[in-house]
């Protein structure tokens, strides 16, 4: 509870300093319909009912994302990040993670565009009763292409070449545009 508060704290210092983006996403887990504002493909990693929140922030040309969830497994690793599309009854309906330099290869596993500079990376590790803050700051912001989506994967992010920007299975995702 008091990582929550301290966090809270944070964005509150966070907002009297920046501009809310465009719009951000939250909601809580469900199995897919149409219109739903987040998504659970694997129930048992992220449970219907548990919740997460996106809330992107800019300042020149700086964003800032952060992610809150609550009622995941407790103490887990997880990654996180932008993706293009909206969240879509199959787990690929997202897309590929946002890149601020989009690579010519997909899937994007080279390190020179798979990376937390050219994209929004918000692995987190969940507290004892599932909950987490996460944030992540680039140096750039959401432009003309469209961003639609947090991913939420199994594991932390590969920073390694042919594995870069890889976390696994992809196991909920909240609606949102930046």
């Excluded at 690579?103 to 937390?116: E, G, I, K, L």
């Excluded at 989506?149 to 870069?164: F, K, M, Y």
Aim: proline share 10%.
């Amino acid at each position: 509870m008091r990582s929550l508060l301290t966090a809270a704290a944070a964005l509150c210092l966070l907002a009297a300093s920046t501009t809310p983006a465009s719009a951000s996403g939250s909601g809580a887990f469900e199995l897919y319909r149409a219109g739903a504002d987040a998504v659970t493909y694997d129930p048992n990693m992220v449970p219907v009912g548990s919740r997460a929140a996106v809330i992107p922030f800019t300042t020149g040309k700086t964003t800032v994302v952060l992610l809150i969830v609550h009622g995941l497994l407790p103490n887990r690793h997880y990654g996180a990040h932008v993706h293009t599309k909206p969240c879509g009854p199959d787990p690929a309906d997202a897309g590929p993670h946002f890149q601020n330099k989009p690579d010519p290869v997909t899937p994007s596993v080279d390190p020179a565009y798979a990376n937390p500079e050219n994209e929004v990376w918000l692995d987190f590790v969940t507290g004892p009763h599932g909950q987490a803050v996460a944030t992540a700051k680039v140096r750039w912001r959401f432009g003309d292409r469209p961003a639609g989506s947090l991913v939420i994967h199994r594991d932390h992010t590969h920073t390694e070449p042919g594995q870069a920007g890889v976390a696994g299975p992809r196991l909920a995702c909240v609606n949102a545009d930046f």
